[in-house]
DNA sequence: GAATTAACTTACTAAGTAGTAAGTATTTTC
DNA sequence: GAAAATACTTACTACTTAGTAAGTTAATTC
């Protein structure tokens, strides 16, 4: 009678990658899920039989989503100011809703993942800061951006500021983390 | 008999402190503690009777080094550069180590924590900052340091960057530290 | 329309978690 | 040297954790 809920499997990792932004990962259980969910954990551990199968679907899901940012980019049109900024409003986004990137709350409890999701995380970072990468070297071949830093270099230096700022400014206040934003744009645009 | 030990608490200070810049506050329990240092959890209960009380020990703990860093700093003959230089050193010794800092680590978790601690946590990311941002302000004033931001978002920059920092590196290599650490000297030094 | 598959629930378990109350041995204080 | 405080241990409790095996129900396939 009751129609079935075929979106669940996506619930769930929707709900997993929300719990890691805003507690962290070893700070929420099973139960935490399936209560919002109101299914019971067994549900849980059908799509994901292991938290470190969550885990790993959530920073799969991460990657498939700055792949598609990364294609939506290489349109005609876009400058590469743009896509810097696109990049950047993800993190605007996280700040707005207290929320802090899944790399930098995953990065903390490193050391108790197995060894595949470890793996995953790292294809993670190294794409981001690649991504990054790509759109500097462009930015500044093509005149819009001027650093003195490598592309991969300065690409580490953004990537910390916003990782780290998320975090900071959920303690320290909003304006913080503004000011970062702004400064990251000041160091690279000519 | 068996001689008392009398640095028990200061014993779990450490160890917890290492605990947590290794695995997360959320990953370690009582009983890793009690093992290594092969008492019964009811002891470091005894010391710190709510695991709460453990990380604002260490937090206060934290606040303390600082400020001796920064007394030891304030003496006369101190560049602004070896100022600066001292304090990535600390960053620079835990990205040796695979460890991260407890500011870092502790953010993560930072919604599973109680009001007090919130504060304590709070009280140390803004004594840092201060204290970065005057010695950026002091470096600027007698013509060692130069840079466009304010000291407070110049301070927030490299923070930021040593935090999270020690963090990615942890996961891309130490080489990426190196060349984070590289650049925020380049980006105030005249 | 029978058999199979998908998506669960029911009902558990074993292990770990923070935390506590009461007792003990040693050290310090008076 | 008696009393009190310190630093524990013993022995536990209540709760939460991830995880599982077996059963149920609805949808899909053939």
Known sequence: MTPRNTDTKEEILR??????QVYGYNAFSYADISKKLDVKNAAIHYHFPGKEDLLAGIIEQYIERYKELDKNLNQPGITSKQK??????????LAEQNKICII???CSDYNTLPGSVKAKLSELIEMVLTMVGKVLKEGKANGEFDFSETPHTQS??????????VQLSRITGQKDY???CKSILKQIIV
Do not use: K, Q
């Not at 810097?84 to 986004?93: Q, V």
């Not at 580490?156 to 990782?163: D, H, K, Q, R």
């Open 104 to 106: 930098g709350s995953v």
């Open 156 to 165: 580490l230096l953004i990537m910390t500021n916003l990782a780290a700022g």
């Open 84 to 93: 810097i900024e696109a990049f950047i409003t993800r993190y605007s986004l």
């Open 178 to 180: 503004t000011a970062i």
């Open 15 to 20: 709900l997993g990658t929300e719990l890691i």
